[in-house]
């Protein structure tokens, strides 16, 4: 009888537990849609629904929550103006988690289960060449806001971070006219630095430049004493760094340690941003370089606005950066183009978004409409002590993408390769 | 000569992150045979308790102050790690002695139940850790050689650490009961020692060490809730290269892959380097399966 009584009770106990479960993943689920709808109706005819789609958890999340914040900023406060065609847009979260064939499954449900009207999601280029090809079979449209390796342009896919020639090409250009000849090149051991530095060693043959080392180091190294020797004995004007996540911590701390500031050596990096900065530790990092399109410090009024409206949103300890940026941008680009197309159809919004131009928090930015890329400008900063970047050069003009670099002779071979 | 003395430096430091990191697992792995895949994220324990220490001398103590936070730190790590160390023991380790597999899958939630409550408190992005100030520069011995003080001051540590547990495990009472109790338990316990209290202490001593490494790699390194993935296979190539079950084999373990590592990377490159020295490990083991010094004892058979 006791037996009985206390099996009851277990049973009990259980069905609370998985109650209390059931309606903590409920809400959980509800919120995104209740906090943007604003009190209208969640009737499919009056809201338009896009799909956010990245790594919510595992090793990416650390750049990518930060993305996923800034697009729903935007969607906001385009809501808060009214919406795109008079409606409201709605957005469906999910979580890639950092694993590339989640990124497909996930893109494959926003498209065919919720029949979202774009897509804006992805950071690495394996997540992004992972649900390259949903987005081809069931033509959707994907907004991509990273900087990459350029050598691709789908047709269902525009991207909104810099190519090749946008960030990496002009910086190699910068250096050798402003730095020195030399060249050390140091990478993370995966596809993006091996990419990057196969085209840069094209360059400096063009170009005049001398490459005087080329080192890989597997993702998560720590310990870059040996290097540093190479570094010194090779003598360089110049280290082009295309490390990734926390090398660039245990890189650049073990060089400040070796006595090698940035008026000994010159080094630039593509992978730090203003959110590494704080991880890295200002003071390591003073006086070494960057590219990219966008900094915090960017002059313009619209991105005054913008890193306002983000502190405000998410804290003040938050900073923006470049990748934040063009998430925000995609937003605002989709829907001018569905504006202007009078719908939502895929083929009609790749129509009305050619040629399309938005004032952006970097500047000026424009829809090429034969690559789908962005018209960006690139801009070289320095480190400074509080950890914001000053901006060293900049190209004046947006510059025009061409992921394959057809407008290099010296690039010829690269395509070819590819 | 400049390149040799340095890359001699570098290899000899390599080696003492390497010993510190896994003296720890040492005791825990190598003495009790308890396979704690969790070590990295005790590792990981010390570092974040290193930052908090940082912390609040910025908010609590004047500008002035700040420089001797990490004197602090390095017990603060060792407290809060030998606190974690004993919960775990407490709660789940003592269970599973005796069946390493277990041990092994559980130990290995553990560790990323811990990364994810780091990245629920800190948030997902690594941490600044400001090194103070009097470990900044280096020692110029001669011309294009600079040794790195933080560096030194790592060396240093080990040192101090490895001569304190040698006394502790060799030359005290508390250390004799706990190698009684681990070359053969049931005997220790007719004699009366208390096996569960011994237990509970060697692996609280264990991830306490664990804790000051982190304290130390926030000098050179990331400070994330994966640090301790970055860290937790090399541990176990050198306790296991060194031989399971003595301290001093797990000092020639730390030396002879942080030399030849530094070596192979000097000639090769990391990536390549790094397989050098794993193609080496195995085929030293196969040479000698028990590593550079093999205990010899019945028990353990």
């Known amino acids: ?418 | 000569m400049a390149i040799y003395v340095t890359q001699l430096f570098n290899g000899l430091s390599v080696s003492s992150i390497l010993l510190l990191i896994a003296l720890g697992l040492a005791i825990t792995f190598g003495l009790m045979n308890v396979i704690n895949m969790a070590h990295g994220e005790l590792i990981m324990i010390g570092a974040y308790a290193t930052y908090v220490t940082q912390n609040m001398f910025k908010s609590a103590l004047p500008a002035s102050m700040f420089d001797y936070y990490y004197i602090l730190a390095i017990p603060v790590s060792f407290a809060i790690a030998f606190l974690f160390g004993w919960l775990l023991e407490l709660s789940l380790i003592r269970h599973l002695y005796g069946r390493p597999l277990d041990s092994l899958l559980a130990t290995w939630g553990v560790g990323l139940a811990l990364q994810q409550l780091a990245r629920s408190i800190f948030g997902a992005p690594n941490v600044g850790v400001t090194s103070p100030s009097w470990l900044d520069g280096g020692l110029t011995i001669m011309e294009g050689v600079v040794l790195p003080y933080k560096r030194l001051f790592i060396i240093g540590l080990v040192i101090v650490c490895l001569l304190a547990m040698y006394f502790y495990i060799y030359r005290s009472r508390a250390g004799r009961n706990m190698r009684a109790v681990m070359q053969n338990r049931d005997m220790a316990a007719c004699l009366g020692i208390s096996t569960r209290r011994v237990d509970a202490v060697t692996f609280a001593i264990g991830s306490g060490i664990a804790g000051i490494a982190g304290c130390a790699l926030t000098l050179i390194g990331p400070i994330g809730p994966s640090l301790g993935t970055y860290y937790i296979v090399d541990a176990f190539m050198v306790v296991v290269l060194g031989g399971v079950g003595k301290l001093v084999g797990t000092l020639f373990g730390a030396l002879g892959i942080g030399m030849t590592n530094t070596l192979f990377e000097y000639w090769t490159n990391a990536s390549l380097g790094k397989v050098l020295v794993f193609v080496c490990i195995v085929a030293f083991l196969q040479w000698r399966p028990k590593g550079f010094v093999a205990m010899r004892t019945r028990s353990l058979d």
């Open chain 1, 1 to 418: 009888m006791k037996k009985k009584k206390m099996s009851i009770h277990r049973t009990a106990l259980l069905m609370l537990v998985l109650a209390i479960g059931l309606a903590a993943c409920g809400t959980s689920k509800d919120e995104p849609a209740s906090t943007t709808e604003g009190g209208t109706t969640a009737a499919s005819g009056d809201t338009i629904k896009v799909g956010i789609l990245h790594s919510l958890s595992g090793t990416m999340s650390i750049s990518e929550v930060s993305v996923k914040d800034a697009e729903m900023m935007a969607i906001e406060e385009i809501n808060a103006k009214g919406g795109v065609l008079g409606k409201q847009i709605e957005p469906v979260i999910e979580d890639g988690a950092s694993d590339w064939p989640t990124f497909a499954e996930k893109a494959r449900k926003l498209l065919s289960e919720d029949k979202v009207a774009t897509v804006f999601g992805g950071w690495t280029s394996a997540s992004r060449k992972a649900m390259l090809p949903v987005f081809e079979e069931l033509n959707g449209l994907l907004w991509y806001p990273v900087q990459y390796e350029g050598l691709e342009s789908s047709p269902n896919i525009f991207y909104t971070g810099a190519t090749t020639n946008q960030q990496i090409v002009p910086a190699v250009t910068w250096l050798l006219e402003n730095r020195g000849k030399k060249f050390y090149l140091l990478g993370s051991d995966y596809v993006f630095p091996r990419t990057a530095n196969k085209i840069i060693k094209e360059q400096l043959k063009a170009e005049g430049g001398e490459l005087v080392g080329e080192e890989y180091t597997p993702l998560g190294h720590t310990d870059y004493s040996t290097i540093i020797t190479k570094i010194k004995e090779a003598k360089p004007d110049v280290v082009f760094n295309t490390l990734n996540g926390d090398s660039n911590v245990a890189f650049f701390k073990q060089l400040k340690d070796a006595g090698i500031t940035s008026k000994d050596l010159t080094t630039l990096s593509v992978s730090v941003a203003e959110e590494e900065i704080r991880g890295i530790g200002a003071d390591v990092l003073t006086g070494h370089l960057a590219a990219w399109n966008y900094y915090e410090t960017t002059d313009t009024p619209q991105n005054k606005t913008f890193v306002e409206n983000y502190k405000k949103k998410y804290g003040n300890d938050r900073v923006t950066a470049d990748p934040i940026e063009a998430g925000y941008d995609a937003v605002y680009l989709w829907a001018a183009a569905v504006e202007k197309a009078g719908a939502t159809d895929v083929v009609k919004v790749k129509e009305a978004a050619k040629g399309l131009e938005w004032d952006a928090p970097e500047g000026k930015v424009k829809i090429d409409g034969e690559t789908q890329h962005l018209y960006k400008t690139v801009r070289i900063g320095e480190v400074q002590s509080g950890g914001m970047f000053k901006e060293l050069w900049n190209s004046g003009d947006p510059v025009k993408p061409d992921p394959y670099l057809k407008g290099y002779t010296w690039a010829a071979t690269l395509s070819a390769g590819n």
